[in-house]
């Protein structure tokens, strides 16, 4: 990379042009706009150094922490030729050159990124072809939304997960409301309301006594997000937050949370109307993204300074995590069995739990499952809708634990 940028003509742009359209396959929301822009940082930056190159594509591609693996695998292997670097390529590289290059040592690739990479099939010239291609696709429609809502978040293509975060901005948790201390005016309520009885019996001098009734305000109870984004969650963390924002923005008393090695409360953020501003604001907001998780200390956090906020008039407490503690669940059981006295009712939700053969050998989850009412997992569309099932009638909801081997 040793020629000014100014010296590599059309090339330069060009294949800067199709990096872009790799990472926008890949599902960064990279447009024109910001090909211009990146064009332009490089030209001011130079290309002599392979990092500084890096980091100035960086600074104008990713705007948030969850993009940053994408990228930094679609550069590595989109300008790993030397000579690539050297000669700004015309064209990207081959599916061939990609599985040649790739070495046993270096980890797998993303769907998202694989899909990306992959050349385009080409397009059917023969019209029975394409009648055909259209006919099947009408009649698998249904099959694959089927298939859609019980993949795994995690094995997703870009594709898909822009289609599962779509059906979660309409989803709908319907949970049960309950009676508060308040009461209000209702005709047809079982109590006499002593006061405004009295009040109209003087309107008429007392000749009549109308009788008055009232009834218990009910309303939806909080609900508390406890979500983890530690480096083992973060595929389901990335999705979960679009699920958090369609809740937040669906009902009042939302209140959410992340945490890895310290807790952060995001529910002014989540409260955007525009999900894409709300998840920027949390990546500038969040410092501990994808590392490590003390799931202890930050249950000690929110017990400490928060639960006296957001856990009155009988909250619900979701407990979003895989419950692997970086520090051996120390403490952890005490917290947790504050969280639990301090709720209405608290349920964990863990994506390991998809495996059948999940068993609590951390001492983490060990810590965890004796003071939890549900044990749920969620790691697709349907364990979303089985948990709306659960939240309509928590009450009356049975504890489902499973009978795990210690």
């Known amino acids: 990379m040793s020629e000014p940028a100014e010296h590599t003509g059309g090339t330069f742009a060009e294949n800067i042009m199709h990096f872009a359209r790799t990472l926008r396959r890949a599902g960064l929301p990279v447009g024109p706009g910001r090909v211009i822009e990146a064009i332009r940082a490089v030209e001011v930056a130079g290309i002599r ?86 006919e099947i696709n009408a009649t698998l429609t249904a099959s694959e939304n089927e298939l859609l809502q019980s993949k795994d978040f995690e094995s997703m293509s870009a594709e898909e997960m822009e289609e599962a975060k779509k059906a979660m901005a309409t989803m709908r948790l319907p949970i049960m409301e309950v009676k508060t201390r308040r009461q209000r005016a209702d005709f047809h309520g079982g109590v006499v309301d002593m006061r405004r009885t009295i009040r109209a019996s003087l309107r008429s001098g007392g000749a009549s006594i109308p009788l008055r009734f009232k009834s218990r305000v009910t309303r939806h109870p909080p609900l508390i997000i406890i979500c983890d984004i530690s480096g083992s969650m973060t595929q389901y963390s990335r999705m979960l937050l679009h699920f958090m924002h369609a809740l937040t923005n669906d009902r009042d008393r939302v209140h959410t949370f992340v945490f890895g090695t310290r807790l952060t409360n995001i529910t002014r953020y989540m409260r955007y109307r525009d999900v894409d501003a709300a998840l920027d604001a949390v990546s500038e907001k969040v410092e501990d993204w994808s590392g490590g998780t003390r799931i202890g200390a930050t249950v000690k956090e929110f017990n400490k300074f928060w639960s006296r906020r957001v856990l009155g008039q009988g909250a619900v407490v979701l407990l979003i995590s895989d419950g692997l503690d970086r520090d051996a669940g120390e403490g952890l059981g005490v917290e947790m069995e504050r969280l639990h006295k301090s709720c209405r009712q608290l349920i964990w939700l863990n994506p390991l739990l998809r495996y059948q053969g999940f068993e609590p050998r951390s001492k983490g989850v060990k810590a965890i499952l004796p003071h939890v009412d549900q044990f749920r997992t969620i790691h697709n569309l349907n364990s979303l809708k089985d948990l709306a099932d659960i939240l309509s009638n928590p009450m009356g909801a049975q504890p489902d634990k499973r009978s795990f081997a210690a």
């Open 49 to 134: 150094r392979r990092d500084d190159f890096y980091w100035t594509l960086h600074s104008v591609f990713v705007n948030r922490r969850d993009q940053w693996d994408i990228f930094d695998q679609a550069f590595h292997v989109f300008w790993r030729n030397p000579e690539l670097l050297k000669k700004m390529m015309d064209m990207m590289l081959p599916t061939t050159f990609l599985d040649s290059t790739k070495r046993e040592d270096q980890p797998e690739l993303s769907r998202r990124l694989s899909e990306a990479l992959a050349p385009s099939p080409a397009p059917e010239t023969d019209q029975e072809s394409e009648e055909e291609e259209i």
